[in-house]
């Protein structure tokens, strides 16, 4: 049974980290969750990626977060990658595996994964 | 929407867009009948909003674009031969009891209704994109009731907030466990 004294556990390891949390995130990935967004299939592409930051280690410098209707409802799921000092990167018609390369190829390894862009989705 | 739980998320991102600090969600599903109550302390809507959203098309149009969750929810809702009805008493009419309450009636055994889908995915998003909103989430079914308080686990966690994935993790499996649990008929 999940307990209480569960939770506690978890509020107490957490407590120690919080420091080290604190250090300012230099990638924001923002999902699209208005009812567009969220017709198309924005949840499980949010879940996927706050999955998949978490598991690869990358909580300290990518937050996860959600916004209501950017604007483009044609193609949603859409996804926007802030980083500072970078053009905003912004990424349609999202699914839980895309989200996946994202993470890997940019999130991770820097570089931008074209071909998920919209740029590309209007070319 | 695919899932009802869509839907249920849908509906409360506009409590949580009208800046509720409290918001009570709960299915009550008894026989053939289900209803969905999503009750907020928000904002509220004036007269002229509450009549256009429930009737987009008779929106004036000048104030606002049309939305398409409530309609879709109404939607969702007749289909089954059931119904939808909002109340609403604004911050302008009433600045201490204000908020939202948007009653859904579904009739379960009918062809068109929707599946609940993954309703815990839909808390754990709303908890985690809210983390200092108060959600009181119970889902009364014929022999058991699954509920979470997060003002219950904010008590326990302390300055610990309610979006971090450990914490999440823990709710997401609390709810499942409740949920995977024989009824007591
Ligand atoms: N709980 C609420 N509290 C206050 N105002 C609300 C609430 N729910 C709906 N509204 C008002 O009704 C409008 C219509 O809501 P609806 O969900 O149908 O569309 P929307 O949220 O504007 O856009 P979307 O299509 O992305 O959902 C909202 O824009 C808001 O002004
Ligand atoms: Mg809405």
Same mark, same amino acid.
């Given at each position: 049974m999940k307990s209480l004294a569960e939770l506690a556990a978890i509020r107490d390891k957490?407590?120690?980290? +919080? #420091?080290?949390?604190?250090?300012? %995130?230099?990638?924001?990935? #923002? +999902?699209?969750?208005?009812?567009?967004? /969220? &017709? &198309?299939?924005?949840r499980p592409v949010l879940n996927a990626f706050v999955e998949l930051v978490n598991d690869e280690g990358l909580a300290g410098k990518v937050t996860v %977060?959600?916004?209501?209707? /950017?604007?483009i409802c044609q193609y949603e799921p859409v996804v926007e990658v802030f980083e500072a000092?970078?053009?905003? #990167?912004?990424?349609v018609k999202m699914t839980a595996e895309k989200a996946k390369k994202v993470v890997e190829q940019h999130l991770k390894g820097g570089e931008v994964v074209t071909e998920y862009t919209i740029d590309s989705a209007k070319a | 929407m695919k899932e009802l739980s869509l839907n249920i998320l849908d509906i409360t991102?506009?409590?949580?867009?009208?800046?509720?600090?409290?918001?009570?969600?709960?299915?009550? @599903?008894q026989g053939g009948c289900m209803t969905v109550t999503i009750k907020d302390d928000g904002c509220g809507m004036t007269k002229e909003i509450l009549q256009s959203v429930v009737d987009p098309f008779y929106t004036t149009r000048t104030t606002?674009?049309?939305?398409?969750?409530?309609?879709?929810?109404?939607?969702?809702? @007749?289909?089954? =031969?059931?119904s939808l009805k909002i109340e609403s008493v604004c911050e302008q009419d009433d600045p201490v009891q204000h908020g939202t309450t948007v009653t859904a009636v579904f009739h379960t055994d009918h062809i068109d209704c929707p599946p609940m889908g993954d309703i815990v995915s839909t808390l754990t998003t709303l908890i985690g994109g809210n983390p200092d909103v108060h959600f009181l989430f119970s889902h009364q079914m014929d =022999?058991?009731?699954?509920?979470?308080?997060?003002?219950?686990?904010?008590?326990?966690? =302390?300055?610990?907030?309610?979006?971090?994935?450990?914490?999440?993790?823990?709710? @997401?499996?609390y709810l499942k466990e409740q949920y995977d649990a024989p009824s007591s008929i």
């Open positions: 957490m407590k120690d980290k +919080v #420091v080290l949390r604190e250090g300012t %995130s230099d990638m924001r990935v #923002v +999902v699209g969750m208005a009812t567009c967004g /969220i &017709a &198309a299939g924005a %977060s959600q916004t209501g209707c /950017i604007g000092g970078k053009d905003k #990167v912004t990424y | 991102e506009n409590s949580t867009k009208a800046g509720a600090k409290n918001i009570i969600i709960s299915i009550v @599903e606002r674009k049309v939305g398409m969750g409530i309609p879709l929810f109404k939607l969702a809702a @007749e289909q089954t =031969g059931g =022999g058991k009731t699954v509920g979470l308080d997060t003002d219950e686990l904010k008590s326990v966690l =302390g300055d610990v907030p309610l979006n971090t994935f450990e914490v999440l993790k823990w709710i @997401e499996a």
